[in-house]
């Protein structure tokens, strides 16, 4: 069974900085992609950012140019560099990785950013 650990979320005021790490059970490139989802209790589970392979990314409209996400395989996690945080970013935000036709969770991590 995958697991997928969420860490680095927490409290930040608006136009700081936030870097969420993922450690996956498994090794994180027998995955064929990755990412990061999130969640309010307004809105349902959107997506952020994913990665497929070492640099294929894809952002949300709203993250782009403020939002970096990267495989890190010494360290075998991926990884969401947030920077400019915003208010309506605050969210749980949950990693998310594919193997096949399988799919799989994080517990998330919560992200608050205070105006």
């Known amino acids: 069974q995958v697991q997928l650990v969420e860490s680095g979320g927490g409290l930040v005021q608006a136009g700081g900085s936030l870097r969420l790490s993922c450690a996956a059970s498994?090794?994180?490139?027998?995955?064929?992609?990755m990412g990061w989802y999130r969640q309010t209790q307004e809105k349902p589970r959107e997506l952020v950012a994913t990665?497929?392979?070492?640099?294929?990314?894809n952002y949300a409209d709203s993250v782009k140019g403020r939002f970096a996400i990267s495989r890190d395989a010494a360290k075998n996690t991926v990884n969401l560099q947030m920077n400019n945080l915003k208010p309506e970013d605050t969210a749980v935000y949950y990693c998310?990785?594919?193997?096949?036709?399988?799919?799989?969770w994080g517990q998330g991590t919560q992200v608050t950013v205070s105006s």
């Open positions: 990665i497929v392979g070492t640099d294929t990314t």
């Open positions: 998310w990785a594919a193997s096949g036709s399988s799919r799989y």
């Open positions: 498994a090794n994180i490139f027998s995955f064929s992609a």
